[in-house]
T-cell receptor, first 112, second 111 residues
């Protein structure tokens, strides 16, 4: 199936741990993104990569580090997890120009 | 900067009622406008879009018209169904290509 797939779907971890979320798209899109959805459903962009190059880095703590090994993958690594990091994280991709975003199904991260 | 304001809800309607969810935007240049829908426990799906003034996006009975003079992109449906219950997000995309979302409007349709 053509899609944006992210793993894991659920992640429960303790404060202070380091965790990664993986994202892959097979749509041939040039640009990939990470968005965070908080408990009130508000969606905010975190990062954007175009062809492995970082092009958007919003005000995100340094504990969050995206990595794009190739244009089909954009992983998110989080160090020293905090309670406030609990949220749903969505990966997305789009062709150049930003039209036709496709979102992954989300990773629900719970920090305890 | 660019921003989107939409009615926050929640909105509760009976089946077959008329739906309007208001959305206005602030942007430099000529943004593209979108409505996304998030069903319970799922990711976001593109519902409809419009890329220039006076364009009308439509899908699954939903419609929205890009109004540059009022900077609005209101979502409408003539007769809602229980299966339309979801959270609806208005969004825009301008030069930077990132999507800027409104805060979302939760719609519940009762039988």
């Amino acid at each position: 199936d053509t899609a944006v797939s992210q793993t894991p779907k659920y992640l429960v971890t303790q404060m202070g741990n380091d965790k990664s979320i993986k994202c892959e798209q097979n749509l041939g899109h040039d640009t990939m993104y990470w968005y965070k959805q908080d408990s009130k459903k508000f969606l905010k962009i975190m990062f954007s990569y175009n062809n492995k190059e970082l092009i958007i880095n919003e005000t995100v703590p340094n504990r969050f580090s995206p990595k794009s090994p190739d244009k089909a993958h954009l992983n998110l690594h989080i160090n020293s997890l905090e309670l406030g990091d609990s949220a749903v994280y969505f990966c997305a991709s789009s062709p150049r120009g930003g039209y036709g975003y496709t979102f992954g199904s989300g990773t629900r991260l719970t920090v305890v | 900067g660019n921003s989107v304001t939409q009615m926050e809800g929640p909105v509760t309607l009976s089946e077959e009622a008329f739906l309007t969810i208001n959305c206005t935007y602030t942007a430099t240049g000529y943004p593209s406008l979108f409505w996304y829908v998030q069903y319970p426990g799922e990711g976001l799906q593109l519902l409809l879009k419009a890329t220039k003034a006076d364009d009308k996006g439509s899908n699954k009975g939903f419609e929205a018209t890009y109004r540059k003079e009022t900077t609005s992109f209101h979502l409408e449906k003539g007769s809602v169904q229980v299966s339309d219950s979801a959270v609806y997000f208005c969004a825009l995309s301008a030069e930077t290509e990132k999507l800027v979302f409104g805060k979302g409007t939760k719609l519940t349709v009762n039988p």
